[in-house]
């Protein structure tokens, strides 16, 4: 079973951009759809976005698309989050997650339920 932990957070002002990475251990992520939620405070845990195992297709919420891009590199065994034009409301903890289960669609990737391996968090703050 993979360990996943994410990094790259901080703060940042309006404007700014970020790149998260979720660097995982235990096994490769090649056969892992991913996903990356985020979870403000006060509020539930979203989905921001997630991609399949061979990288040919993403989802995003509507709150991040033109904004954030997801990306993996399987050689380097990680999976990354670039967030540009940043916005106050993005401020959050970020989590990665992987499906270690082929058998899930890939359709339910916006759903934390898809999801059996999580990383601890990094938190993103924007700064006005």
């Known amino acids: 079973q993979v360990q996943l932990v994410e990094s790259g957070g901080g703060l940042v002002q309006a404007g700014g951009s970020l790149r998260l990475s979720c660097a995982a251990s235990?096994?490769?992520?090649?056969?892992?759809?991913m996903g990356w939620f985020r979870q403000a405070p006060g509020k539930e845990r979203d989905f921001v976005t997630s991609i399949s195992r061979n990288a040919g297709r993403t989802y995003y919420a509507d709150s991040v698309k033109g904004r954030f891009t997801i990306s993996r590199d399987n050689a380097k065994n990680t999976v990354y989050l670039q967030m540009n034009s940043l916005k106050p409301e993005d401020t959050a903890v970020y989590y990665c997650a992987a499906d270690s289960d082929p058998r899930t669609p890939y359709s339910s990737s916006t759903h934390y339920t898809a999801y059996d391996i999580w990383g601890q968090g990094t938190q993103v703050t924007v700064s006005s």
């Open positions: 235990g096994r490769t992520l090649s056969s892992y759809a």
